[in-house]
C-alpha cells in the first residue's frame, strides 16, 4: 500500500481504511514518528482523544522537537477539559515552530477556558494578526479585550466581526452590549435585532433588547 493512502483515506473520512493503512505503516517502520502523529490525529477525529496522546506520546518518545506530536496532543487534551495541560503543549508547539494561526487560536482559547483571559490575549491577538479572515478568532479576541476592561476596542472588533460574518447573531448581541455600555442604545437595539433575526431564541439578546426598551419607557 502506497505511504499516501492513509492520510488519503483520513481526508476523505474512511476512517477504517485509514487505521489498516497506518498501522501496516508503524509495522514496517516503527521508529518514524510520523505514522503516530497521523495514527493520533485519526483517533482524534473519531473522538477517541485519550487513545490519541498515547500516539502522540509515543511520535514525542521518537522525536522530542515533533511540534504536530505536541499540537495533536493538545487537542486531545483540549477535548478533555485538561486545559492547562492543552495550553501548555500548544505553546511547547509554538516554540517548536508551529507558528500558524490555529496554534495560536487553541493557546488562547485553552487560557480562556481557564479564566485567564489576560493570558489568552496575546495569543488570540496574534492568531488574528496571522489570519485576518477568521471571524471565530476575531470574535474570541473581542471577547477577551471585554473581559479584560477594553470595551471601547472590544465595540470596534465586534463590529468587523459582523461585517466579515453577517449572520452571526452572538457578534451582533456583544456589540450590542458594547454599544449599550456607552448609553448608544438606539444602536444597542439594533445590534440586538439584528440577533435576534439571525436566531430568534436567542436569550441574551431578547433580553438586552427588551432591558432599552424598558429603559426608554420610563
Known amino acids: 500500500m502506497e505511504p499516501s493512502k492513509g492520510l488519503e483515506y483520513l481526508k476523505k473520512g474512511k476512517f477504517e481504511e485509514a487505521a489498516k ?18 495514527f ?13 496522546i498515547h500516539f502522540f506520546d509515543k511520535a514525542l518518545s521518537l522525536n522530542s522537537d515533533a511540534a504536530a506530536a505536541l499540537y495533536g496532543a493538545g487537542i486531545a487534551c483540549y477535548h478533555l477539559e485538561q486545559f492547562s495541560k492543552a495550553a ?12 500558524d494561526s490555529d496554534t495560536h487560536f487553541m ?3 485553552s487560557f480562556v477556558s481557564m479564566g485567564e483571559n489576560r493570558l489568552a490575549f496575546p495569543y488570540l491577538m496574534r492568531a488574528v494578526e496571522l489570519n485576518k479572515d477568521d471571524y471565530e478568532a476575531l470574535f474570541q479576541f473581542g471577547l477577551c479585550q471585554a473581559k479584560t476592561g477594553d470595551v471601547k476596542s472590544a465595540l470596534t472588533t465586534f463590529e ?15 456589540l450590542g452590549v458594547s454599544l449599550s455600555f456607552f448609553d448608544r442604545d438606539q444602536e444597542a437595539l439594533s445590534a440586538f435585532e439584528k440577533a435576534l433575526v439571525i436566531q430568534p431564541d436567542h436569550y441574551l439578546a431578547g433580553n438586552g433588547k427588551r432591558n432599552i426598551e424598558n429603559k426608554n419607557t420610563k
Open 21 to 38: 493503512s497506518l498501522e501496516s505503516m508503524i509495522e514496517r517502520d516503527p521508529e518514524n514518528p510520523v505514522h503516530y502523529i497521523n
Open 40 to 52: 493520533g490525529n485519526l483517533l482524534s477525529a473519531v473522538h477517541e482523544h485519550e487513545k490519541a
Open 88 to 99: 501548555q503543549l500548544f505553546q511547547e508547539a509554538i516554540k517548536g515552530g508551529l507558528q
Open 107 to 109: 493557546t488562547g482559547m
Open 160 to 174: 468587523k466581526v459582523t461585517k466579515q460574518n453577517k449572520k452571526h447573531a452572538d457578534a451582533w448581541y456583544n
